[in-house]
Nanobody
Framework: QVQLVESGGGLVQAGGSLRLSCTASGTIFSINFMRWYRQSPGKQRDLVASISSGTSTNYADSVKGRFTISRDGGKNTVYLQMNSLKPEDTGVYYC???????????????WGQGTQVTVSS
């Protein structure tokens, strides 16, 4: 099976920074996209940032210029560096990985358990 484990969340004041990490483990042949989603209280889960296996990145408009997604392919790990945090960045951040467990198998999506980020004003 596959597990995604996130870390790095916490409480920070507005203007501060946090770095989230997510490591995928288990039977993994290859990882295509890795993504970070955010679910704020009372809202749906929204895509924050994504990175392809070729390290192409994409960001939600609300975080462009403040957040940076990166990955270490050798460690099956994705990071989210979050700077200039705002209270509206508060939420549970979920890691997502689109991967194949074996060669020739279809791509499947896996999710982490989420990590809480709280930004105080």
């Amino acid at each position: 099976q596959v597990q995604l484990v996130e870390s790095g969340g916490g409480l920070v004041q507005a203007g501060g920074s946090l770095r989230l990490s997510c490591t995928a483990s288990g039977t993994i042949f290859s990882i295509n996209f890795m993504r970070w989603y955010r679910q704020s209280p009372g809202k749906q889960r929204d895509l924050v940032a994504s990175i392809s296996s070729g390290t192409s990145t994409n960001y939600a408009d609300s975080v462009k210029g403040r957040f940076t997604i990166s990955r270490d392919g050798g460690k099956n790990t994705v990071y989210l560096q979050m700077n200039s945090l705002k209270p509206e960045d508060t939420g549970v951040y979920y890691c997502n990985a689109e991967l194949r467990q074996y060669s020739g198998y279809p791509l499947r999506n896996y999710w982490g358990q989420g990590t809480q980020v709280t930004v105080s004003s």
